[in-house]
């Protein structure tokens, strides 16, 4: 029999349950219309290629090889990644693949859904991962690791193959999504800048730096004359005294006195 109760959560279910899956899961990444397609990675941190979301990506590169690539994040937007490699020809043996992400201070970021760490077999043709990150904040406490704006790194690579298939050759097909962004208005704070990695190397020194003369001739008269501190004469001669003030110290007492 069924209940005034059961019937009303039937109906609650079929007028708007479909209100009740996450955002993230109805929607996917897609490619942006008229996006130009990115063609090469970086190799590290400082040579992330940059790309912006909907924007898909597809490379030829080696097992073995870190890819790179960089994207900016705004207050309010979870992202997802959705990555695919290809094997042209057969392995030897099983391989993990993996997909990080960082943030602007290089904090790697947690995912909360896709296939981050899969594992293949030799026979399988290709392997998918995906990461959808959590929602970007516009400010967090300096202690925590939560999402900030600025811009983000993802790294693509092979943590555990056989030896034998290193540098085999891969084709890699890459998009990173929005799939919602519900802006900064709910938080109470806003982050001062982006948080963006300094890219820009230093200077380099073409010439060796010369020394004041008239500084090194001021010191030079008196410090040729004196030991360095921490010579071995100067502790030397300080262990001589003390061992010669114990001696006699120690012979004061111990020493019988004279009968008259």
């Known amino acids: 029999m069924r209940t005034p109760l059961f019937r009303s959560l039937v109906a609650l279910l079929a007028a708007g349950g479909a209100t009740l899956l996450p955002a993230a899961a109805a929607a996917a990444p897609t490619p942006s219309p008229g996006a130009t397609p990115v063609t090469r990675a970086g190799t590290s941190f400082l040579t992330a290629t940059p790309i912006t979301a909907g924007q898909p990506v597809r490379v030829d590169a080696s097992v073995g090889d870190h890819l790179y690539w960089s994207f900016p994040a705004t207050a309010g937007q979870v992202h997802e990644i959705s990555a695919t490699v290809t094997f042209p020809k057969a392995r030897s043996g099983a391989s993990t693949w993996t997909v990080d992400v960082f943030d602007g201070l290089r904090r790697r970021q947690a995912c909360t859904a896709g296939a981050q760490t899969p594992t293949v077999d030799a026979k399988a043709s ?135």
């Open 126 to 260: 290709s392997v998918a991962l995906g990461c959808t990150l959590r929602e970007v904040r516009p400010w967090a406490e300096p202690w925590s690791a939560d999402p900030l704006p600025g811009t983000y790194v993802v790294r693509l690579s092979v943590v555990e193959l056989p030896e034998p298939d290193l540098g085999a050759p891969i084709d890699v097909d890459l998009l990173v999504g929005v799939v919602a962004d519900r802006g900064s208005s709910a938080e109470d704070g806003e982050l001062a800048a982006p948080l963006v990695a300094n890219t820009k190397a230093g200077t380099v020194l073409t010439a060796v730096p010369t020394e004041d003369p008239e500084a090194d001739d001021e010191g030079d008269s008196l410090a040729a004359w004196l030991p360095d501190l921490g010579s071995r004469w100067i502790w030397t001669g300080v262990g001589g005294v003390l061992a010669a003030v114990a001696g006699v110290g120690g012979f004061a007492l111990t020493r019988r006195p004279r009968r008259a």
